[in-house]
């Protein structure tokens, strides 16, 4: 879990009983809202709506996103990004 004061995060190695460090992920404003978007159900093209970008931009968010918590898919984003509370 991290710490939103100080922005560490640690996960507890179940294997080993330890805690290990865990890099914090910073996210723009703009890909924590498609992040928060994209956890209500929203298309991608209902998004670039919602937040007057065009559909490219929106994607572009979604990619750097997906590349930043080294996942496969924005259901994997929008739950490490609620385990981590990154987004609520």
């Known amino acids: ?4 004061r100080t922005h560490e995060g640690w996960n507890l190695d179940l294997e080993s009983g330890t805690w290990q460090s865990v ?3 910073s996210l723009t404003e703009q890909e924590t809202q498609v992040l928060k978007y994209s956890a209500m159900g929203y298309t991608t ?5 919602l937040m007057f ?3 490219d931009t929106v ?3 979604r990619k750097s996103i997906l ?7 924005i259901t994997e984003a929008i ?10």
């Open 1 to 4: 879990m991290f710490n939103n």
């Open 23 to 25: 890099p914090y992920i």
């Open 45 to 49: 093209q209902e998004i670039a709506r």
């Open 53 to 55: 970008k065009s559909f």
């Open 59 to 61: 994607k572009g968010y």
């Open 67 to 73: 590349e930043k918590f080294d996942t496969d898919s």
């Open 79 to 88: 739950n490490y990004a609620m385990i981590y509370r990154l987004i609520d």
